[in-house]
């Protein structure tokens, strides 16, 4: 059909309303005509229109019959195709289940990445209208750092702005729920039109009003989400009207959110409570909003209707100097708007986009291996089914037909493919999440949707082009009528599906080959990472955590209690120490702040530096190295000259060459200056891949802050002796949520998480593709002996040595495999540079990486060629030549 | 089935090309005049049924053989006009060989040479 009466056809169907009208009107006038004419004849004229009405037949089958004229071949002739593909496709079973097999791999691969990928990227986020939210960011120019608002100029830019119609803040905050078994919950502090311009109504009761985030803490209110209101108060709606204890202060709850709303994070909030009653829910910070210079806010705007995401982004930009907060700061300020996607924050996003990048990426080289794969399958069927398809030929099919059947094949084995990739998918996603011990709150938003079904769909029919369109095309080539003559199909190395299939073959070993050299270099990485010397020793310490601030306890109730609960652990017969830490290693909680030292001048005695509050007798019960002077002991208290000590990477940045031990150093916008009293090896506190890390402990007793761990070093297994120090502190204050409870090796298998679950896809995406490979590997040779079997059968005849034969088809193969990996070490060096960014301790080209993968796949591809060239060697020439 | 089979029904392929030399001949025709045309040209042989005719110039209309206008009859009744395109009048020509060559053929084959 040529593309002009193609183009007709889809107008009429496009105003297929119209076309009906028009055609109603022209027989209607025929009709009437016709009766006209009878008439003139001389006929009565109830009977001249009868006449001419019955002559007409009936005008709803004409049409119908007028309407087929423009489409029932089409409909028709596909249909047919899809009835007689199924057909084939079943009568062809073995060879259909492994190209679907080998396809669901592929997709299913790309669908349990989208549905990561999607989440925490792309998806719309669950509030109402989410096209016209948007991020409010503000960037550092210099630093490229994002800086969160302060309150005050949250207000400024929320009142002023013309490009939205609502600005809502918030932030995360952590919470003490009080009752039988207290608990610690994540909830969030809000702006009061939060819910409003989220377009998120409560489902009971309501949310906040305005006024309730007005004068400071006179509204404790809360709204609860639907999970805790179900799980916690057992979804009974008379909790509305009632209280809730928060941090050890009764809150009124006025409304539960709608089920599935859990705020705009991947990780689901637990209730909301307005912001003017901070100072309650972060007691450790009172007073942030006053403070012009506080960094801790978000902001999300509403779009006016008819506002892009441009022009709002330069309506703010004029307004820069008041959403930095600092009005003194020398350093420029970008303002910028982003749409709301995902379940990430702005800093996560962009932390995380280019992660996400590279891993994506993997499952679709999976994808490719096994598209290759399959054309190959379908090139060797095409082969052997060259004369179903030359009869069809000869019977008058065209070769559009054919190949169009051909592809029809192609797609529905693609889209079943894509329904076993699905559930595959669902499976690895579950499988992952668990694990890389990822939460069940976050698992359980991880299940496919509406979105990855269309993506998955879409892929499917790329992939069916990708790997149908070629062999169909050389299945059905002019060559084909010939063949129906032949009684036997001779394949020589010149013929064009024979080279096809070889750059498919070396197309599978060089994507696969690449797979396996990255899986292989994250491997290392990791555990290379992970064999690092943290600088402590984490076998044998529980770990414990408790927030002494949100229970009501002022400074020398935090002594007192801290004091309490070292000496009643201490007691303990398993505990050989404890000690207590504002930050335990590698748990993902750090501090930050700038010290500065005495004498020279300002800049050049500055340094960045992360910050921990410690009990004496930390370092010991961490077996950290104490290198110079002491560690803190009892005296040194509130009262007491205020100290601190370093460790070696501080000490080398403040006072190189010299002992930093007497020497003194202040935190920024701190008045007191701190005695350094002693030296401590450095170590990881992080992360394992860090570099090496300024850090500085105080004395908790000096520097009171926030939550608190517990660590104790027990003398035999820690995990052990987990439940008896949870029920000892607990025993302390029973009103206290205890959280973060476990052995300490186990907090720091979580920290590296997302290291493993990355090196974990990319082992996974590497395996598979070097079992796909094999398979291609193995599948093309087996297929060459079945076509040879009568060559091979005459050179045998002639006197040739099975082995020689056998020889001569792995030598091939491996021809092929050796160009592959060539052509794959080639890929590999290219991209070295993108993955060098993610390697920890070796390089992007590390040699003794590319060697193994190498030799892994040499003997893959001999083992899978092996096997059907021995095959081949077992020929008997009588047989083969018998059987023509 | 069909109660008028006292006149002769035009085989398909046939009756496009009836269309499209009454639309040479006669310009601009709607469907009813070209039905009436080809009947009386006949000499009321050949019967255009309407259940072929508007199919018929469907099909003409999607090959781009043919137009159709809308306009209005002497009576002022809406009306579609149909006329034969360029690409039209050169099917017609290249139908027109084959049939006449078919046609001569087929006369030779049937007309009786000899006394039974």
């Known amino acids: 059909m040529r593309p002009i009466e193609l183009w007709r056809r889809f107008r009429v169907f496009l105003r297929r309303d119209e076309w009906t009208r028009d055609l109603d009107d022209e027989m209607r006038l025929h009709t009437e005509l016709r009766a006209e004419a009878n008439r003139d004849r001389g006929m009565a004229p109830a009977d001249a229109e009868l006449a001419a009405r019955r002559r007409f037949g009936n005008p709803l089958a004409l049409r119908e019959d007028t309407r087929d004229v423009w489409t029932i071949q089409w409909v028709e002739s596909v249909w047919k195709d899809i009835t007689y593909s199924s057909r084939r496709l079943v009568r062809d079973r073995a060879a259909t289940i492994a190209i679907v097999l080998t396809l669901a791999l592929g997709i299913g691969a790309n669908a349990a990445m989208f549905t990561l990928v999607d989440r925490l990227l792309f998806k719309p986020a669950p509030v109402g209208d989410p096209d016209t939210l948007a991020w409010l960011l503000v960037t550092e120019a210099r630093s490229g750092r994002l800086r969160k608002l302060s309150y005050p100029s949250y207000r400024d830019v929320a009142s002023r702005d013309e490009a939205f119609s609502g600005v809502a803040a918030f932030t995360g905050a952590q919470f003490s729920l009080g009752g039988e078994t207290p608990e610690r919950i994540r909830g969030m502090l809000v702006s009061g039109n939060y819910f409003g311009v989220l377009g998120v109504t409560a489902r009971i009761g309501r949310t906040f009003l305005p006024d309730e985030d007005g004068a400071p803490g006179a509204h404790p209110v809360a709204v609860l989400s639907h999970a805790l209101w179900a799980n916690r108060f057992g979804a009974n709606s008379s909790i509305v009207g009632n209280a809730v204890t928060l941090n050890g202060r009764r809150f009124t709850v006025v409304g539960v959110a709608p089920a599935g709303f859990g705020g705009l994070d991947v990780e689901p909030v637990a209730l909301w409570v307005p912001l003017a009653m901070a100072d309650a829910a972060m007691p450790d910070q009172k007073g942030l909003l006053e403070r012009a210079d506080g960094q801790w806010l978000y902001a999300v705007g509403r779009l006016k209707p008819g506002v892009s995401l441009a022009r709002a982004s330069a309506s703010l930009q004029a307004k820069a100097r008041q959403l930095a907060g600092t009005p003194d700061t020398d350093d420029v300020i970008d303002v910028s708007v982003q749409r709301v996607a995902g379940g990430l924050d702005p800093e996560n996003r962009r932390d995380m986009a280019p992660v996400f990048g590279l891993l994506s990426i993997v499952p679709l080289l999976v994808l490719i291996v096994a598209c290759a794969n399959v054309a190959n399958l379908l090139l060797s069927r095409g082969l052997a089914r060259r004369k179903e398809l030359a009869l069809r030929k000869a019977l008058g099919a065209e070769r559009s037909r054919l190949v169009r059947q051909l592809l029809v094949e192609s797609i529905l084995m693609s889209l079943v493919a894509c329904g076993v990739g699905l559930v595959f998918s669902y499976g690895l996603t579950i499988g992952v999440a668990r694990l890389a011990e990822v939460p069940a709150e976050i698992t359980g938003r991880l299940t496919p949707d509406l979105r990855v079904l269309t993506a998955s769909i879409v892929l499917a029919f790329l992939a069916a082009m990708t790997f149908g369109v070629s062999p169909a095309l050389a299945s059905t080539d002019a060559a084909l009528v010939p063949s129906l003559k032949d009684t036997a199909i001779t394949i020589t190395s010149g013929d064009r599906r024979h080279r096809l299939r070889s750059a498919f073959l070396v197309t599978q070993v060089t994507v696969s080959f690449v797979l396996v050299v990255v899986a292989g270099l994250f491997l290392q990485s990791v555990s290379k990472a992970l064999s690092v010397d943290p600088g402590f020793d984490a076998r044998n310490v529980v770990v414990l955590t408790f927030d002494p601030d949100l229970q009501g306890y002022d400074a020398e109730g935090r002594q007192r209690l801290n004091a309490d609960v070292l000496r009643s652990i201490e007691a303990l017969p398993g505990i050989e120490s404890a000690a207590l830490t504002t930050s335990p290693p590698l748990a993902g909680l750090m501090y930050g702040t700038v010290v500065q030292r005495t004498g020279a001048d300002k800049e050049a005695s500055r340094s960045d530096t992360n910050f921990a509050g410690i009990s004496p007798g930390y370092f010991q019960t961490m077996r950290i190295p104490v290198v110079a002077g002491r560690d803190f002991n009892p005296g040194d208290t509130r009262a007491a000259p205020k100290v601190a000590v370093v460790n070696d990477t501080l000490a080398l940045r403040m006072w190189p060459g010299a002992n930093p031990v007497g020497r003194r150093l202040k935190m920024f916008g701190d008045d007191d200056w701190l005695e350094v009293v002693g030296v401590v090896r450095g170590g990881k506190y992080d992360e394992f891949s860090e570099e090496p890390r300024a850090f500085l402990f105080l004395p908790d007793a000096q520097a009171p802050m926030g939550r608190i761990s517990l660590v104790a070093r027990t003398m035999t297994d820690a995990a052990t002796q987990v439940e008896v120090v949870r029920r000892t502190v607990r025993g302390i204050d029973p009103d206290m949520p205890l959280f973060e409870v476990g052995t300490l090796e186990h907090t720091i298998r979580n920290a590296v998480d997302q290291e493993r679950g990355t090196s974990f896809i990319l082992a996974a995406c590497g395996g598979l593709g070097l079992f796909l490979a094999a398979f291609g590997l193995h599948a093309v040779t087996s297929q060459a002996v079945a076509l040879r079997v009568h060559e091979i059968g005459i050179r045998m005849a002639l006197g040739a040595r099975a082995n020689a034969v056998a020889v001569g088809l792995v030598r091939e193969s491996l021809s092929l495999c050796a160009i592959g990996l060539a052509l794959g070490t080639a890929l590999s060096l290219a991209i070295s540079g993108v993955i060098g960014a993610f390697l920890y301790g070796l390089a992007p080209s590390d040699v003794l990486t590319y060697l193994a993968a190498t030799l892994i796949f040499a003997g893959v591809a001999t083992i899978a060629t092996l096997v059907p060239a021995r095959r081949a060697a077992s020929v008997d020439p009588l047989t083969s030549l018998r059987s023509e | ?116």
Do not use: C
């Open chain 2, 1 to 116: 089935m069909n109660p008028r089979s006292d006149r002769d029904e035009i085989p398909q392929g046939l009756l496009d090309l009836l269309i499209l030399r009454t639309l040479v001949r006669e310009k601009e025709l709607h469907g009813f005049e070209i039905a009436q045309h080809i009947e009386t040209t006949s000499g009321d042989v050949l019967q255009v049924e309407e259940g072929s005719l508007y199919p018929a110039l469907q099909r003409l209309l999607i090959k781009g053989l043919v137009n159709g206008e809308w306009g209005r009859t002497a009576e002022n009744r809406r009306a579609r006009y149909y006329r034969i395109t360029a690409a039209g009048r050169k099917h017609l020509r290249q139908e027109m060989e084959i049939y006449d060559r078919v046609t001569s053929a087929v006369a030779r084959v049937l007309t009786p040479n000899e006394v039974a």
